[in-house]
């Protein structure tokens, strides 16, 4: 596939974590506690930036591979309604999900 290298390269960006914290280890361990606290000075939450993320991520992959991709509602698609997860099954899902989207996946097709 001749798009390989720029998948790899994205992949290793996505990755790094010498000068950032990668999302894998941003959200592991946080207590279920803190999950839905909106700390001082902060306008968001970290289930907020979590499913913000996710649902945003998703969005600009499904915009690169559907040729008749429909824009979405801003800012109410992209946000979860309210500062808690629903349930620490949503978090779960939502962790979960998020790797799903970095095209790692040759099959995809986005060029």
């Keep these: 596939m001749p798009h390989d290298k720029l998948r790899e390269q994205i992949a290793r960006i996505l990755d790094w974590e010498d000068g ?3 999302f894998d280890s941003a959200v592991k361990g946080l ?3 803190l ?7 902060l306008p ?8 913000h993320i996710r649902l945003t ?5 499904e915009f690169c591979r ?8 801003w800012p109410k698609a992209y946000w979860p309604d309210g ?3 629903p349930s620490a099954k949503a978090w779960d899902e939502s962790i979960a999900a998020f790797p799903t989207y970095r095209l790692l996946d040759p099959a995809w097709t986005t060029f």
């Design 20 to 22: 950032h914290a990668g």
């Design 31 to 33: 207590a279920p506690a």
């Design 35 to 41: 999950r839905g606290r909106v700390p001082p000075g």
């Design 44 to 51: 968001y939450s970290a289930w907020q930036l979590v499913e």
């Design 57 to 61: 991520q998703a969005d600009i992959l």
């Design 66 to 73: 559907a040729p008749h991709y429909e824009e979405k509602a």
């Design 83 to 85: 500062a808690e997860p």
